[in-house]
């Protein structure tokens, strides 16, 4: 009978990943247009009661540089400070033949975040969270094979050369959000793509790190930015304080991809050193911040826990002695956040480019952390469309007696190109899944209910079905709702193991 299941369970994936391959397994070059237009945005933002505040949550931008292979000399020879200037001038007579070209040879599996894209983006933003008090920025804010791109157009470059490209990429498109919300302080995160040699390659303690630490905390408090800058340049993370009227609210921000299964140095060797620095610094953290009583939030870029897309494509027969497929390297990440569920109030990661949640409640292991409430982990999903998905950010609401997030709405354009593209409200979470709050209790029911919903039926399993993807895609993902539901609780091995496979679950 088990055998029977598994081999259910095996065919079930296995239509999933045709259906998902059919469905958004593309190369796609956006078309050129004379220059950005912008559509007009039917955003109602929902209004904030006298306790709450509102933020912005973006994630995995993928600004696309080379999107006009011709502008490229031009913008590695300006300052970010010019680069606006260069982009939204028109477009290169051969630019959509250049472009995908440059994609075919860097093997690239979808189109980035264009200008246009970008810069109806960014007036989206600023219609639906005009009262924004503060951004976060969960990585990838440079596109994917950029090094190779770059080296395409600019094969004569140095190894600095590239560098400094990269640097100001990020640095165009952290002051592009800071020029849209002034009065908005921008805490960003780095991404695996955000590396100043190549992808989920970095070097602690480098020149990248140092330059590029000096335009994530540029606007920072002063009494701040010294300790922010030391730390980033180590290894990329850093401490701020959130600003008011939230108080004592620590957002304590990772470089989790030295923490990846994936990571190497930039010479291609293993190296456990950043990894074990951010997590005692991490620990460290949070041991002061439940001695003094203050709230947390967390932010990275990678989730830790399981990879259920990746486990499911590659036909894992986890209930046959397989293990699923992990984001990072070990639970090192995942059991000190639930260690203090009740310090922290709200973890932020992205990197799978999807609208998802994760609990972190150890269901195994030592009384005193199983007794914590939990980590609530919200996934935030992309501006980059790479992926077939529609472009999106999500607007928060903050109770901020308690930094807890009361909220949020996410928001989505009409196309992919940002070409005359209308934005507007793609669903609201409280009505939705009916939940007081975004927390570790809240979510706590949630996974309950999914659980014992195996086909989906309950109006909260098909509203996450409809809403993981931004652009409904429920097919695929009901296609292994019940394996796809062990991750979203289950973050080590064992756990994910048990649920999937116990006798319960047959």
Known sequence: MGNRIASHRLISTLIFTCCFVLLTGRIAAQSSPPSPHRATHKIHAKPSTRQQVQALLVSDIHFEPFWDPDKVPQLASAPASQWKTILSAPASPNQAERFAALQLTCTTRGADTSYALFDSSLHAMEMAARDAKFI???GD???HSFSCKYRKIM????????????????????????????????????????SGCDDYKLDPRSDFLAETGASVIAKFPTSEQRSAQLTFAEGGYYSVSLPAP????????????????????????????????QIEWLRQQLVQAREKKERVWVMSHIPPGIDPFSTAIKLRNVCGGKDPDMFLSSDALPDLLAEFGDVIQLAIFAHTHMDEMRLLKPERGDAGAASQPGVALKMVPSISPIDGNTPSFTVALIDAPTAKLADYQVYAASNETGINASWKEEYDYDKEYKQSDFSAPSLSKLVVGFRSDPDAATDASRAYLRNYYVRDRSLELRLFWPQYVCAVAAYNVDDYKNCRCSKSKE
């Open 246 to 277: 939230l108080e004592r609210t620590q957002l304590l921000v990772l470089d989790d991809l030295f923490m990846s299964r994936k990571y190497a140095t930039c010479s291609g060797k293993a190296d456990t050193a950043g990894e074990d620095e």
């Open 141 to 143: 804010l440079i596109s």
């Open 136 to 138: 976060t920025v969960s």
């Open 155 to 194: 094969a004569q470059s140095s190894p600095e050369n590239y560098r400094q490209f990269v640097e100001k990429t990020i640095e165009f498109v952290l002051d592009s959000l800071r020029a849209a919300f002034p009065a908005a302080p921008v805490y960003a995160a780095l991404g695996n793509n955000d």
